[in-house]
Structures are given as C-alpha cells and as structure tokens.
C-alpha cells in the first residue's frame, strides 16, 4: 500500500511553499517591472503544444529532452520547453496587422527533461522578451538592455555578471574561409557551443571527422577568435584570414553592423558589463546573427555556473513556420541560476508572510460586527485575519502576536457596546479605542504613523 509520504515531487520539480513562492514572485515583479519599463506587452502562451512545433523549430538538445506523449484524441504532444517557436506561431498568424516593432514579453514555466544537475531542472521559469519587426541593431541591442535592466533591478552589478556578446555569422563567415559551409558549418557550430565544457581530446575527436588532419590547426584558430575581447581585434582577425573579395565585404559589413552595435550598447550604459566573445554560439537551430549569453562572475572574476540568461536574433522562425517573413530577436532568463545567485549575493529579501491585522472578538454577537468590519476592511485592500473557531481572550492576542500582523482589533463586549473598537499595537503594545464609524480612517493613520503615544488630555476617540 503507497503512503502519502511516499509522494516527493518529481526529479526536477519544486514544490514552493510560502516562503519560496514569495520570492518567486518578488523575482517575477522585478522582471515584469524592468520589461515594462522598456515598453514590452505581456502574452501568454498554451502550456501544452504540438510536437512537431518543437521537433522541426528547437534544437536538437532540446528535442531530445522533451516531455512529450500521445493525447486521448491520439495527438502526439509535448510540454513547452520553451517559449520561442509558440511566440513566432502567434506573431506570424497576425504578422500583417502587428505594429512594428512588437515588443512582447512573458513569464512562464517550461519544461525539459534534463539530467538533474545545479542550476539546472526540468521545471523552470523563464521571462522571455523578444522584439519582432526590427533588423537592424536597435532591436538587439534593446533587448540586450532589457536583459541587463532585469539583472540590475536586484541590485546587481557588473562585479556579479557578465553579457558575452557573439556572432553567428562572424563564425559562418570565418567557416566559410576555411571550405566549411551548410550542414558541416551547422557541426562545427555545434562542437563549439559545447567547447568549453569538453576536455581538449574529446573537441578534437569531434572535430576529426569535419577537419581531418587540419582538425588541430583549426582548433588553434577557433581558440584564438574566442579569446578576442574588441572589435579592432575582430577586425585584425578577419584581416588575417585570406578571404575572396565577395566574402571580404560581407565581413566588413558585419563588423560595420558590430561597430553600430556597440555605439547603441554604449548610449544605453551597458558596454560596461559587455564582453566580445565569440565562445558563445547557442545551442539552438534557429538562431541567425547576434546571439548573446549572461553569466555570473565568481568573486575571482571568473565566469561560473550554467547561464543566467541566453538570447539572440532569429529572424527566419517565422517564416519557417509558414507566415510571412519577420525578423526577430529575444532572449530568456531562467529564475533557478538568478535565485541561487540572488540568495549568494544576499540580495533575495526574506518575505514576512503575515496579516496586517488580526481581530481578537468576545462571543458570536462581536464576532458578527468584527466580520462585517473585516469584509470591509478586506475590500480596501488590508489583509486580514482572525481565529476560524471559538478561542479564549488569552488564546486569541497569542495567536495575533504570533500572526505577524501589525494591529490587533478587539471587539470586547464593552466595546462592541459603545460602538468601539480597540486598536493595539502588536510591537508596542500601545492601544486606543476608536469610534468604529472612524476605524478606516484612524488604521490609515495608525499604520503611517503608529498609534499616538500619549492620548491628548480628555480626547474623544471620535475625533480621530
Ligand atoms: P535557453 O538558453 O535554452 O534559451 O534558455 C534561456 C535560459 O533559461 C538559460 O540561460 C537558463 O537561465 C534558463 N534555463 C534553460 N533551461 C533550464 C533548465 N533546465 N533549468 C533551469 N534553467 C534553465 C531559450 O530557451 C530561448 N528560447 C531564449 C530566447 C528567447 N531566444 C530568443 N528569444
């Protein structure tokens, strides 16, 4: 026979009691705070999905960590993994009547069933904002910003993460130099996502079969673009590589869309936590230019952990699904590495859940017009509690000390008489009986200022 405790949440999944969850929403706030303020519109998405959404739009990673199954009506489905593939799908089928640029953004749990590791479950939450309609620069570097505004708005800083800026197509033009184009530029691309977690022997067996015996010298290049931090080293770079004269231009071009780029970075104050490097390629299929991941930095400056945060542009998603062409460009931020971060930097609030006020009433007759006050109360927007069963005087101011609440009411049978309520000051201690036609407007004054220390020689309660 199974026991109820036997029930644990799945591996990958969280439970949130109070506590967390109200962290969790403090996170969310923070986000949905930052990503309005950069004029993003709030959508929402289905949880459940067609799994061919994913199969032909997400990365191979990701479609092999689905959570996917037959329904009922024998549709093969999946849980969203991610947002991206449905946020195309909804601009694409209105793509003619949108006002461009569309800003959107989202906060919604995804679901990926990864091997458990830190950082890292098959659970998570993650705000996307994306802008659609928009090719040039602007757009990446708006959300960019965007990106770092929803890291700052915790209160961190350049000391705790950084953006490491990179470029598709820098690489597809740096393959091409070197005879790599289509699929084989596509493999390399993805033994280069997973470079930096592979051991030097295990690159090269992958690279082998792609290079042959130039597989170390293209190693060595490789490495050398990925420790470039500036554009003139960029541009040194490529000025090295012998390039037809058609390919030429096309590099300088892109490296005049860097330039560009980077000035707009720099209007917007974020060169600072800014780092050229084109270590990062992303996993995913669908990305095409600019692509970006944020990291946090260990107290020696070194970058740590799994991604806070990965995006870039991906303008062809839409039209590959079937609509017209629109270009876009967006990224994700998961709450699991923030949260951990957040909590290593001290900078997660510990959340006080508690009532405002808590009613302490005499017998049924008090506890009708305590009711009827704490309804009225309520619908101001107070939070309001009170014992849900009979207790005794001395009971009740415990459980209302405990509560957390600021303010006990009390509804004697002397008070309820005159028409009165008391207030007590559960830090203090401090009371005040109050004409209960008044209680609405003396709570707004009691909780901006506390109850007054001293009631005025001969001071009728009334007159609050
Ligand atoms: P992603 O890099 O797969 O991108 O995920 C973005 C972020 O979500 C990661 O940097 C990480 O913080 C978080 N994340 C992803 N998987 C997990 C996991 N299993 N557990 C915990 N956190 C996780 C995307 O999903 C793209 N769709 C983002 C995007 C939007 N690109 C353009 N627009």
């Not at 549709?75 to 449905?86: C, F, G, Q």
């Not at 017998?363 to 014992?387: C, M, T, W």
């Not at 207790?391 to 209302?400: C, H, M, P, T, Y």
């Not at 008070?415 to 559960?426: A, P, T």
């Amino acid at each position: 026979m199974l026991h109820f405790a036997m029930f644990q949440p799945l591996p990958g999944f969280r439970d949130f009691f109070p506590e967390r969850c109200a962290k969790r929403n403090h996170i969310f706030r923070l986000w949905t705070q930052t990503a309005r303020s950069f004029n993003f519109q709030q959508y929402d998405i289905p949880t459940l999905e067609p799994l061919e959404l994913f199969t032909q739009k997400s990365g191979e990673e990701i479609v092999g960590q689905l959570f996917n199954f037959t329904d009922k009506g024998g549709r093969e489905v999946a849980l969203r993994p991610e947002l991206t593939p449905s946020l195309a799908r909804m601009i694409g089928s209105q793509a003619n009547s949108l006002k461009r640029p569309v800003k959107w953004f989202n906060i919604a749990e995804n679901f990926r069933y990864e091997k458990q590791q830190k950082g890292r479950l098959r659970s998570h939450y993650q705000l996307n904002c994306d802008v659609f309609g928009e090719p040039g620069v602007g757009a990446d570097a708006e959300v960019i910003a965007t990106a770092v505004g929803c890291l700052q708005v915790f209160g961190l800083s350049g000391a705790d993460f950084v953006v490491r800026l990179s470029d598709r197509n820098l690489w597809l033009h740096f393959l091409e130099s070197q005879g790599k184009t289509g699929d084989d530029a596509m493999a390399v691309l993805g033994v280069v996502d997973k470079m930096e977690r592979l051991p030097r022997e295990a690159v090269i067996e992958k690279l082998e079969p792609l290079f042959g015996n130039k597989a170390e010298s293209f190693l060595q290049q490789a490495q050398s673009l990925i420790a470039i931090r500036s554009l003139d080293e960029l541009k040194q770079f490529f000025e090295g590589l012998e390039l037809a004269t058609e390919l030429k231009q096309t590099v300088d071009e892109r490296l005049g869309q860097w330039s560009s780029l980077l000035d707009w970075l720099e209007g917007l104050g974020v060169t600072d936590v800014l780092r050229i490097d084109l270590g990062i390629v992303r996993g995913l299929a669908y990305y095409t230019g600019f692509v970006f991941e944020v990291f946090e930095k260990g107290d020696d400056g070194q970058l740590t952990g799994r991604a806070l945060c990965g995006g870039g542009r991906y303008d062809h998603l839409v039209k590959k699904l079937g609509y017209p062409d629109m270009p876009a460009v967006g990224f994700g931020m998961g709450d699991v590495t923030l949260t951990d971060l957040l909590e290593s930097k001290g900078l997660l609030p510990d959340f006080i859940i508690a009532p405002e006020i808590y009613l302490v009433v005499g017998g049924d007759h008090e506890r009708k017009i305590a009711l009827h006050d704490a309804q009225r109360l309520r619908a101001l927007g107070y939070s309001v509690e009170y014992p849900l069963k009979n207790q005794s005087f001395g009971k009740q101011f415990k459980l209302a000390g405990q509560s957390g609440a600021r303010f006990a009411l009390i509804y004697g049978e002397e008070e309820v008489k005159q028409h009165q309520v008391k207030v007590r000051d559960l830090q203090t201690g401090q009371e005040m009986p109050i004409m209960s036609v008044y209680l609405v407007d003396a709570l707004g004054q009691f909780f901006a200022e506390g109850i007054p220390a001293h009631e005025p020689e001969g001071a009728d309660p009334s007159k609050l």
